[in-house]
């Protein structure tokens, strides 16, 4: 029989490049919200992967972007304080982006981790670009595999999982076999109506806003199915953002919340009775007390 292995890996990279797509995917359950907006991961999420011979414990971080806020400080520190705690590092590129991040590349040889070099959105480049891209990557450092992969065209996702295998080690399961995230209900649920509001809002508004529940219960409704009452809160900057986040006669936090409910009640495999509401947190993203609760460590 083969021995079992286990282990952390976290994926790390520039914001935007496709990691929490990889992520979800691999995991085959949405954890972690996906949007075409840049600083969409806002706190370190685990995803748990079982296969046959293993069990892999993969880190979704913080795009590392240039921070313009408390908020934007921690996630960064929170993506790149994730290495030295692994076993494997999966480093993430856009394919149709890929200047060299300097700064990642020197934390990466620092960590001397296994590292993995993902090269995503293969479908926006040609074959050529791929060749050129990975001639460019091999000579800056010795990655321990380098793979192009297309998250939109599931194009060698599951070589990702055959080569964190390869170097993985020996070791128990951490986590049931039956779990596929460290994240709670009530935190899945924040991410669903957060990942609805950043597609639908634009400009400065998505990035000042945070979810946080305020209710959630199951009851039987007359008939006798399962119902899940389920009250979030939108926290906002400003009032003017307020009023974008409601819109004309409530359009806007209607559309939010009827886009969240779809998917929160496929995720629950319930009905669901959600209530939205807003309110302004002025500055939030700069305050100790709010920014702290998206650090895992101290
Ligand atoms: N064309 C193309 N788009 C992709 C692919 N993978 C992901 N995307 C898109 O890229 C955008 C960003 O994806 P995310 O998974 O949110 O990226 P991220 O790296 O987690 O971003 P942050 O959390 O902000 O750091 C989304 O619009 C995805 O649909 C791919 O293989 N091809
Ligand atoms: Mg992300």
Known sequence: MKEFKSGFVTVIGRTNVGKSSIIN???????????????TTRKVIKGIINRENSQIIIIDTPGIHKPKSKLGNVMVEE???????VDVVLYVIDGSNSKIDEKTIEKIKEAKKPTIL???KIDLIDAKKVAEIIDEYKNIYDFKAIIPVSVKQKKNIDIILEEIEN????????YDIEEYTN??????VEEVVREKALKLLQDEVPHGIFVETNKMKTRKTKTGEKIFD?????????????GII??????MLKKIGTYARQDLEKMLDSKVNLKLWVKVKEDWIN???????FKTKE
């Open 230 to 242: 389920i009250e979030e809160t939108i926290f906002c900057l400003r009032e003017s953002h307020k």
């Open 287 to 293: 305050l100790d007390s709010f920014v702290n609760r």
């Open 167 to 174: 170097n993985l080690k020996t070791g128990p399961a951490y």
């Open 25 to 39: 995917d691999l995991v085959g359950e949405k954890i972690s919200a996906i949007t075409n907006k840049p600083q």
């Open 246 to 251: 409601i819109g004309k006669q409530g359009s």
């Open 79 to 85: 993506a790149i304080s994730s290495i030295p705690d």
């Open 118 to 120: 993902i090269i995503n």
């Open 183 to 188: 994240q709670t209900l009530r935190d899945l």
